[in-house]
């Protein structure tokens, strides 16, 4: 007999959105249904995206020194986090670092500073940017993130090239003014509708394990939703040491899936992206996760280091998927001969005087 989650995934595949309830009955879902909660989800996800992942690669064109004091950042005003601290990238050197990606099979760079908003000036930087990335690779994806945008700042980075522009609402409306204060969610959403308004494609999305209720995660999601955000990035948070969040931990594997398939089934036809904090708290779940999301980012993230890039690839061949809009060569798809035959022979534990691996 069905479950409910199919039952749920059913109506949601005829045209009738999840309500909130429903949204909350996945997200409680108990610890014997997570995998129909899955394979629920992952209906939507092959309805919508086949058996494609969207790759994304990530450029820190400004890192840390930030006057915002959002509570969960490394590069929030008074951190203490022990991070990697730099004014702007030469143009040379952002067309380098995003080159980078694309080589790994990229076909989305994201293009991030720190900082409240960029000032005129920097957008003119970032713009040229832009302008040498494309002219080197002119089917690339950019996707801008520079904080909160003011008057003509969006139609320029349209104007320069740029596709979309990222700018996460990060949890509900009821639970922002518990993680900033130096700005207002309404302040956030301005930015998105400045983005979608100048034609740019409007990427928002959240970050988990804030200390937010599960009804404030659906709350949050249902925003996105409405806001029309067209890529989603869920990232679960890292809580650096140096940061108000430091030592906080709330989150499971199984709870990451649970709210990866909340998103797909409140979101079923947008881009899910699994982002930061996935290796650390999705694990050896990151596999089952992409059956539900159809996007990743690769490699590492703004102040973290993620897992090896191959790795990431590894992940999507392994679990049955293709890159999107990149060839075997580019990405590695094809393995080589040579790799995963000679296993690695036992030098500890029993019969050594290694101490055994357990």
Not at 133 to 139: N, S, T
Request: hydrophobic share 40%; with cysteine; net charge negative.
């Amino acid at each position: 007999m069905a479950s409910r989650h199919d039952a749920l995934a059913d109506a949601v595949l005829a045209g009738r959105p999840a309500t909130e309830s429903q949204a909350l009955d996945v997200l409680q879902a108990p610890d014997e249904e997570l995998l129909e909660v899955v394979a629920a989800a992952a209906r939507l996800r092959r309805k919508h995206f086949g058996n494609t992942v969207k790759v994304n690669y990530l450029v820190n064109l400004k890192s840390g020194l930030c006057p915002e004091d959002c509570h969960y950042c490394s590069q929030r005003l008074g951190s203490g986090a022990d991070i990697l601290k730099y004014t702007w990238l030469r143009a040379d050197e952002a067309v380098e670092q995003a080159a980078a990606g694309l080589r790994g099979g990229a076909t989305r760079i994201c293009m991030v500073s720190s900082g409240r908003g960029p000032t005129d000036r920097d957008v003119d930087r970032v713009a040229g940017m832009v302008g040498a990335l494309k002219q080197e690779h002119p089917d690339v994806e950019v996707c801008a993130c520079l904080g909160l945008l003011k008057d003509g700042q969006a139609d320029r980075l349209r104007a320069a090239g740029v596709d979309a522009y990222n700018h996460n609402l990060n949890t509900a409306q009821s639970h922002h003014d518990d993680i900033v204060t130096t700005h207002t969610y309404a302040d956030r959403v301005d930015t998105v509708n400045r983005a979608r308004d100048a034609g740019l494609s409007p990427c928002s999305g959240l970050i988990a394990g804030l200390g937010e209720s599960d009804e404030q995660l659906v709350e949050a999601l249902f925003a996105l939703r409405d806001l029309g955000s067209d890529s989603i990035p869920v990232n679960f948070l890292m809580p650096f040491d140096g940061t108000p969040l430091e030592g906080t931990w709330e989150l499971t594997p199984g709870r990451c899936l649970r709210i990866l398939a909340m998103a797909r089934i409140v979101c079923p036809d947008r881009e899910i992206r699994i982002a930061g904090g996935r290796e650390m708290h999705l694990r050896s779940l990151q596999g089952i996760a992409l059956h539900v999301a159809n996007s990743i980012f690769l490699g590492d993230y703004l102040t973290s280091e993620g897992q090896a890039a191959e790795a990431d690839l590894e992940l999507i061949r392994d679990n049955g998927f293709v890159v999107l809009g990149a060839d075997d060569a580019a990405t590695g798809v094809t393995p080589s001969p040579e790799r995963h035959h000679d296993p690695a022979k036992r030098r500890r534990g029993a019969g050594t005087d290694v101490p055994a691996n357990a």
